[in-house]
Protein backbone atom coordinates (compact mmCIF):
# COMPACT_ATOMS: atom_id res chain seq x y z
CA UNK A 1 0.00 0.00 0.00
CA UNK A 2 0.96 3.74 -0.74
CA UNK A 3 2.50 5.55 1.96
CA UNK A 4 0.32 8.60 3.24
CA UNK A 5 1.64 11.79 4.17
CA UNK A 6 0.41 15.42 5.54
CA UNK A 7 1.57 17.88 3.63
CA UNK A 8 -0.04 21.24 5.17
CA UNK A 9 -2.23 22.68 7.72
CA UNK A 10 -4.39 25.65 8.68
CA UNK A 11 -6.81 26.14 10.94
CA UNK A 12 -9.28 29.00 12.02
CA UNK A 13 -8.52 30.04 15.48
CA UNK A 14 -11.26 28.55 17.91
CA UNK A 15 -14.16 30.65 19.07
CA UNK A 16 -16.11 30.89 22.13
CA UNK A 17 -19.61 29.78 21.95
CA UNK A 18 -21.79 32.89 20.88
CA UNK A 19 -18.06 34.56 20.57
CA UNK A 20 -16.24 36.13 17.92
CA UNK A 21 -17.28 33.43 15.14
CA UNK A 22 -20.71 33.18 16.03
CA UNK A 23 -21.88 35.20 12.53
CA UNK A 24 -19.77 33.09 10.27
CA UNK A 25 -21.04 29.30 9.36
CA UNK A 26 -19.49 25.98 9.60
CA UNK A 27 -19.15 26.28 5.74
CA UNK A 28 -17.57 29.58 5.56
CA UNK A 29 -15.17 28.47 8.32
CA UNK A 30 -14.23 25.51 6.59
CA UNK A 31 -14.17 27.37 3.28
CA UNK A 32 -11.40 29.71 5.04
CA UNK A 33 -9.39 26.82 6.49
CA UNK A 34 -9.42 24.72 3.26
CA UNK A 35 -8.53 27.60 0.93
CA UNK A 36 -4.92 28.46 3.33
CA UNK A 37 -4.78 24.75 3.77
CA UNK A 38 -4.43 24.71 -0.18
CA UNK A 39 -2.56 27.73 -0.75
CA UNK A 40 0.19 26.18 1.90
CA UNK A 41 0.45 22.74 0.16
CA UNK A 42 1.69 25.11 -2.76
CA UNK A 43 -0.89 22.80 -5.19
CA UNK A 44 -3.87 24.14 -7.52
CA UNK A 45 -7.28 23.48 -6.09
CA UNK A 46 -8.18 21.53 -9.35
CA UNK A 47 -5.52 18.86 -7.96
CA UNK A 48 -7.88 17.60 -5.34
CA UNK A 49 -9.09 13.90 -6.09
CA UNK A 50 -11.98 14.21 -3.39
CA UNK A 51 -12.68 16.23 -0.02
CA UNK A 52 -14.02 14.51 3.30
CA UNK A 53 -14.53 16.89 6.09
CA UNK A 54 -16.69 16.20 9.26
CA UNK A 55 -19.49 18.08 10.64
CA UNK A 56 -22.12 17.45 13.39
CA UNK A 57 -24.83 19.90 13.52
CA UNK A 58 -25.98 20.04 9.99
CA UNK A 59 -29.28 20.88 10.46
CA UNK A 60 -29.73 24.59 8.34
CA UNK A 61 -26.51 24.36 6.24
CA UNK A 62 -27.55 22.74 3.25
CA UNK A 63 -26.86 19.90 1.18
CA UNK A 64 -23.81 18.03 2.41
CA UNK A 65 -21.36 20.91 4.19
CA UNK A 66 -18.15 19.35 2.41
CA UNK A 67 -19.02 19.57 -1.14
CA UNK A 68 -20.07 23.18 -0.48
CA UNK A 69 -16.59 23.91 1.14
CA UNK A 70 -14.57 22.10 -1.65
CA UNK A 71 -16.39 24.04 -4.27
CA UNK A 72 -16.30 27.58 -2.45
CA UNK A 73 -12.27 26.88 -2.03
CA UNK A 74 -11.68 26.25 -5.51
CA UNK A 75 -12.07 22.44 -5.97
CA UNK A 76 -13.49 21.19 -9.20
CA UNK A 77 -17.08 20.48 -9.51
CA UNK A 78 -15.88 16.83 -10.80
CA UNK A 79 -14.05 16.59 -7.94
CA UNK A 80 -16.30 14.46 -4.99
CA UNK A 81 -16.69 15.55 -1.50
CA UNK A 82 -18.25 13.48 1.69
CA UNK A 83 -19.36 14.63 5.07
CA UNK A 84 -18.35 12.27 7.62
CA UNK A 85 -20.58 12.57 11.26
CA UNK A 86 -19.06 10.70 13.89
CA UNK A 87 -19.31 13.19 16.93
CA UNK A 88 -16.57 14.23 18.30
CA UNK A 89 -14.17 11.75 15.82
CA UNK A 90 -15.49 13.06 12.72
CA UNK A 91 -12.79 15.62 11.85
CA UNK A 92 -10.29 12.55 12.68
CA UNK A 93 -12.50 10.15 10.84
CA UNK A 94 -12.48 12.23 7.83
CA UNK A 95 -8.37 12.34 7.92
CA UNK A 96 -7.99 8.37 8.74
CA UNK A 97 -10.95 7.89 5.76
CA UNK A 98 -8.69 10.44 3.42
CA UNK A 99 -5.19 8.21 4.53
CA UNK A 100 -7.48 5.05 3.56
CA UNK A 101 -8.31 6.46 -0.20
CA UNK A 102 -4.90 6.99 -0.30
CA UNK A 103 -3.29 4.00 0.96
CA UNK A 104 -5.64 1.91 -1.75
CA UNK A 105 -5.18 4.33 -4.54
CA UNK A 106 -8.56 5.33 -5.09
CA UNK A 107 -7.02 9.01 -4.63
CA UNK A 108 -3.51 11.31 -4.50
CA UNK A 109 -4.65 14.06 -2.97
CA UNK A 110 -7.32 14.38 -0.36
CA UNK A 111 -8.61 17.46 1.11
CA UNK A 112 -9.11 16.52 4.73
CA UNK A 113 -10.98 18.14 8.02
CA UNK A 114 -13.40 19.12 10.15
CA UNK A 115 -15.73 22.30 10.46
CA UNK A 116 -18.34 23.46 12.75
CA UNK A 117 -20.24 26.16 14.46
CA UNK A 118 -22.44 25.49 17.18
CA UNK A 119 -23.09 28.87 17.72
CA UNK A 120 -25.30 28.96 15.12
CA UNK A 121 -26.85 25.18 15.86
CA UNK A 122 -30.80 26.03 15.06
CA UNK A 123 -33.83 25.42 17.07
CA UNK A 124 -36.35 22.88 15.83
CA UNK A 125 -40.31 23.40 15.60
CA UNK A 126 -40.73 19.79 14.87
CA UNK A 127 -44.15 18.99 14.58
CA UNK A 128 -44.71 22.54 12.35
CA UNK A 129 -45.22 21.01 9.32
CA UNK A 130 -48.46 19.37 9.92
CA UNK A 131 -49.62 21.87 12.37
CA UNK A 132 -50.67 21.66 15.91
CA UNK A 133 -53.97 20.73 16.79
CA UNK A 134 -54.16 21.53 20.34
CA UNK A 135 -51.61 22.49 23.27
CA UNK A 136 -48.39 23.97 23.45
CA UNK A 137 -45.25 23.59 21.10
CA UNK A 138 -42.19 22.32 22.08
CA UNK A 139 -39.49 24.26 20.40
CA UNK A 140 -36.25 21.53 20.55
CA UNK A 141 -32.11 22.58 20.74
CA UNK A 142 -30.38 21.09 17.69
CA UNK A 143 -27.59 22.04 19.62
CA UNK A 144 -28.47 19.98 22.56
CA UNK A 145 -30.65 17.23 20.70
CA UNK A 146 -28.30 16.23 17.76
CA UNK A 147 -24.83 17.05 19.27
CA UNK A 148 -24.65 17.46 23.49
CA UNK A 149 -27.75 14.27 24.08
CA UNK A 150 -27.05 10.61 24.78
CA UNK A 151 -29.49 9.25 21.92
CA UNK A 152 -29.41 5.71 24.35
CA UNK A 153 -29.91 7.30 27.36
CA UNK A 154 -31.03 10.52 26.43
CA UNK A 155 -28.86 12.40 28.60
CA UNK A 156 -26.22 15.29 28.63
CA UNK A 157 -22.72 14.21 27.69
CA UNK A 158 -21.94 15.27 30.86
CA UNK A 159 -23.51 12.78 32.39
CA UNK A 160 -21.13 10.26 30.32
CA UNK A 161 -18.12 12.05 32.03
CA UNK A 162 -19.87 11.39 35.70
CA UNK A 163 -19.89 7.96 34.83
CA UNK A 164 -16.43 7.56 33.71
CA UNK A 165 -15.65 9.41 37.11
CA UNK A 166 -17.66 6.86 38.90
CA UNK A 167 -16.14 3.78 37.17
CA UNK A 168 -12.65 4.30 37.23
CA UNK A 169 -13.08 6.69 41.09
CA UNK A 170 -11.23 9.98 39.34
CA UNK A 171 -11.81 12.41 41.99
CA UNK A 172 -13.12 16.23 41.49
CA UNK A 173 -9.39 17.39 42.70
CA UNK A 174 -7.63 14.96 39.85
CA UNK A 175 -9.97 15.93 37.16
CA UNK A 176 -9.24 19.84 38.45
CA UNK A 177 -5.52 19.43 38.51
CA UNK A 178 -5.70 18.34 34.93
CA UNK A 179 -7.85 20.57 33.34
CA UNK A 180 -5.83 23.55 35.24
CA UNK A 181 -2.46 21.93 33.66
CA UNK A 182 -3.80 22.08 30.79
CA UNK A 183 -5.00 25.92 30.89
CA UNK A 184 -1.81 26.85 32.10
CA UNK A 185 0.03 25.08 29.02
CA UNK A 186 -2.32 26.90 26.49
CA UNK A 187 -1.64 30.24 28.26
CA UNK A 188 2.41 29.70 27.93
CA UNK A 189 1.87 28.45 24.87
CA UNK A 190 -0.51 31.31 23.37
CA UNK A 191 2.12 33.76 25.20
CA UNK A 192 4.71 32.12 23.07
CA UNK A 193 3.50 32.39 19.81
CA UNK A 194 3.02 28.65 19.44
CA UNK A 195 0.04 28.57 17.60
CA UNK A 196 0.16 31.36 15.51
CA UNK A 197 1.52 29.72 12.58
CA UNK A 198 -0.80 27.35 12.04
CA UNK A 199 -3.61 29.53 12.40
CA UNK A 200 -5.18 31.75 9.58
CA UNK A 201 -6.93 34.90 10.11
CA UNK A 202 -10.36 35.03 9.87
CA UNK A 203 -12.03 38.73 9.32
CA UNK A 204 -14.91 39.71 10.98
CA UNK A 205 -17.28 42.28 8.98
CA UNK A 206 -18.45 44.84 11.23
CA UNK A 207 -21.62 47.17 10.91
CA UNK A 208 -19.23 50.35 10.49
CA UNK A 209 -15.47 50.45 9.83
CA UNK A 210 -13.21 47.80 9.06
CA UNK A 211 -13.54 43.87 9.92
CA UNK A 212 -12.10 42.83 13.12
CA UNK A 213 -9.39 40.28 12.52
CA UNK A 214 -9.66 36.89 14.89
CA UNK A 215 -6.61 35.23 15.36
CA UNK A 216 -6.29 33.76 19.19
CA UNK A 217 -7.91 31.24 20.45
CA UNK A 218 -10.50 32.71 22.76
CA UNK A 219 -11.85 29.98 24.83
CA UNK A 220 -8.14 29.61 27.10
CA UNK A 221 -8.47 31.64 30.45
CA UNK A 222 -5.67 33.03 31.39
CA UNK A 223 -4.32 33.69 35.15
CA UNK A 224 -6.46 30.11 35.89
CA UNK A 225 -5.86 29.22 39.44
CA UNK A 226 -6.94 26.07 41.36
CA UNK A 227 -8.49 28.34 44.07
CA UNK A 228 -10.60 29.74 41.10
CA UNK A 229 -11.23 26.10 39.32
CA UNK A 230 -12.15 24.64 42.62
CA UNK A 231 -14.87 26.87 43.10
CA UNK A 232 -16.98 26.08 40.84
CA UNK A 233 -20.28 24.27 41.29
CA UNK A 234 -20.95 20.93 39.24
CA UNK A 235 -22.47 21.72 36.43
CA UNK A 236 -24.45 18.27 35.80
CA UNK A 237 -25.22 16.26 38.78
CA UNK A 238 -25.90 17.80 42.17
CA UNK A 239 -23.01 16.01 43.81
CA UNK A 240 -21.14 15.41 40.36
CA UNK A 241 -17.13 16.44 39.70
CA UNK A 242 -17.98 17.61 36.08
CA UNK A 243 -17.29 21.60 35.83
CA UNK A 244 -17.25 23.88 33.10
CA UNK A 245 -13.65 23.85 33.98
CA UNK A 246 -12.57 20.39 33.76
CA UNK A 247 -15.51 19.79 30.47
CA UNK A 248 -14.72 20.15 27.41
CA UNK A 249 -15.94 23.34 26.10
CA UNK A 250 -19.06 24.71 23.56
CA UNK A 251 -16.81 25.94 20.40
CA UNK A 252 -16.85 27.37 16.79
CA UNK A 253 -14.18 26.95 14.63
CA UNK A 254 -12.35 24.90 11.72
CA UNK A 255 -9.46 23.02 10.64
CA UNK A 256 -7.63 21.07 6.99
CA UNK A 257 -5.34 19.21 5.80
CA UNK A 258 -3.56 19.04 2.33
CA UNK A 259 -3.08 14.88 2.22
CA UNK A 260 -1.46 12.74 -0.24
CA UNK A 261 0.79 9.75 -0.93
CA UNK A 262 4.35 10.01 -0.75
CA UNK A 263 4.76 9.44 -4.18
CA UNK A 264 2.75 12.08 -5.66
CA UNK A 265 4.36 14.41 -2.90
CA UNK A 266 8.01 13.54 -4.10
CA UNK A 267 6.78 13.76 -7.43
CA UNK A 268 5.65 17.53 -6.72
CA UNK A 269 8.93 18.32 -4.65
CA UNK A 270 7.01 19.07 -1.88
CA UNK A 271 7.94 18.36 1.84
CA UNK A 272 5.69 16.68 4.22
CA UNK A 273 4.55 18.10 7.52
CA UNK A 274 4.27 14.38 8.79
CA UNK A 275 3.58 10.58 7.84
CA UNK A 276 0.71 9.14 9.07
CA UNK A 277 1.39 5.85 10.60
CA UNK A 278 -1.43 4.07 11.43
CA UNK A 279 -4.92 5.16 13.28
CA UNK A 280 -7.56 3.01 15.24
CA UNK A 281 -11.47 3.55 15.66
CA UNK A 282 -13.14 1.40 18.73
CA UNK A 283 -16.77 1.90 20.00
CA UNK A 284 -17.73 0.78 23.38
CA UNK A 285 -21.28 1.56 25.61
CA UNK A 286 -22.50 5.23 24.96
CA UNK A 287 -22.72 5.71 28.95
CA UNK A 288 -19.14 6.07 28.37
CA UNK A 289 -18.32 6.95 25.67
CA UNK A 290 -15.43 9.25 26.77
CA UNK A 291 -13.17 6.66 27.30
CA UNK A 292 -13.18 5.58 23.31
CA UNK A 293 -9.96 7.10 22.57
CA UNK A 294 -8.48 4.13 25.34
CA UNK A 295 -8.80 1.56 23.23
CA UNK A 296 -8.81 3.41 19.66
CA UNK A 297 -5.13 4.83 20.67
CA UNK A 298 -4.27 1.02 21.96
CA UNK A 299 -5.25 -0.63 18.35
CA UNK A 300 -3.54 2.45 16.44
CA UNK A 301 -0.27 2.26 18.20
CA UNK A 302 -0.58 -1.54 17.78
CA UNK A 303 -0.64 -1.25 13.92
CA UNK A 304 2.18 1.32 14.07
CA UNK A 305 4.43 -1.24 16.56
CA UNK A 306 4.93 1.41 19.22
CA UNK A 307 4.18 1.89 22.79
CA UNK A 308 2.95 4.47 24.50
CA UNK A 309 6.48 5.12 25.98
CA UNK A 310 7.43 6.02 22.24
CA UNK A 311 5.02 8.94 22.20
CA UNK A 312 6.24 12.09 22.80
CA UNK A 313 3.61 14.12 22.64
CA UNK A 314 -0.45 13.77 23.12
CA UNK A 315 -3.41 15.89 22.03
CA UNK A 316 -6.56 14.84 22.82
CA UNK A 317 -10.33 16.16 22.97
Avoid at 29 to 34: D, K, Q, S, Y
Avoid at 110 to 138: C, D, F, T, V, W
Wanted: aromatic content about 4%; hydrophobic content about 45%.
Amino acid sequence: MKEVVIVSAARTAIGNFGGSLAEISAVDLGVIAAKEAIKRAGISPDMIDESIIGNILSAGLGQNMARQIAIKAGVPETSPALTINKLCGSGLRAVSMAAQFIMLGDADIILAGGSENMSQAPYLLEKARYGYKMGHGEIADSLIKDGLTDAFNNYHMGITAENIAEQWHLSREEQDQFALKSQLKTEKAQKEGKFKAEIVPVEIPQRKGNPIIFDTDEFPKHGMTMEKISALRPAFKKEGTVTAANASGINDGAAMLIIMSKEKADELGLKPMAKILAYGNAALDPKIMGYGPVPATKKALAKANLTIADIDLVEAN
